[in-house]
């Protein structure tokens, strides 16, 4: 669907489109392979390690506390879906009552009704994720994509990019410049967000995760990491040298 994905060395998992197959039928709706870029590729760099911010974005409850444009503009339509088979899904359609802030008011009304989709796509924003650092995310104006890579144990890397129709209307324009601002405004609060995470899992009181209910998007993709890293179960972790054979000698198990 005009993405393209590099695999450096062969593994274990299915190819995307494998792996994306669930949700075919609704993403080709979109008509990502005709679409063309609407910036540049931008990357950001943060002081965590990137499983705060994994653990950050595969739980969306806290949308309602932290994401005020957000919560203003699909406020409880939002839902998350747990991995399984190496993706997950979070869906929300925006509210046409929604308008305390300036960028979700004049959003709503200005947004257009998308002539390729049906009508239960019009109002929608979807979430892909994509197992276990990607996320393909699509609005009635556009398909973007953000990942996260680890540059160090502390230190995360965000990269990402946002493609647009080549023949949008004004008023689609003016619709994506204010879905950038909501998206730029909850991109620094997600930022603050795994700084605290982070740094909640560095203090001498964190024990381990006790997950609610609520953060099964947590729970299924730490469910997945355990599956590749076994490693991960071990109470005491192995000396840094000895990580990968003894990882290894646990798949065979």
Not at 204 to 214: C, E, H, I, Q, R
Request: proline share 6%; with cysteine.
């Amino acid at each position: 669907m005009g993405f393209v994905f590099i695999r450096f060395a062969k593994g274990p998992q299915a190819s995307v489109a494998e792996i994306m197959a669930p949700f075919a039928e609704e993403l080709r709706h979109y008509q990502s392979e005709t679409m063309v870029p609407a910036g540049e590729i931008f990357t950001q760099k943060t002081p965590v390690n990137w499983k705060s911010v994994r653990d950050v974005d595969n739980e969306g409850y806290h949308v309602a506390m932290a994401h005020p444009a957000l919560q203003d503009l699909y406020g409880q339509t939002y839902y998350d879906e747990p991995f399984v088979n190496g993706v997950c899904r979070s869906f929300a359609t925006y509210n046409p009552h929604a308008g305390r802030r300036w960028s979700v008011r004049n959003y709503v009304r200005i947004s257009q009704d998308n002539p390729r989709l049906p009508e239960h796509l019009k109002k929608a924003w979807i979430y892909y994720g994509l197992f276990p650092n990607c996320v393909i995310a699509v609005t009635p104006e556009t398909v973007q994509f953000y990942q996260e890579f680890p540059i160090s144990r502390n230190e995360t890397m965000l990269r990402g990019a946002v493609y647009r129709y080549k023949d949008e209307t004004r008023e689609q324009e003016a619709a994506r410049y204010l879905q950038m601002r909501i998206d730029r405004d909850t991109l620094s609060e997600d930022v603050q967000l795994t700084i605290w995470s982070n740094e909640a899992m560095a203090s001498k009181s964190f024990g381990n995760f006790y997950l609610s209910d609520l953060e099964y998007g947590v729970r299924t993709h730490h469910d997945h990491l355990r599956r590749v890293l076994p490693v991960m179960t071990l109470e005491q972790a192995p000396e840094e040298k000895e990580v990968a054979v003894v990882n290894a000698r646990m798949r065979l198990r």
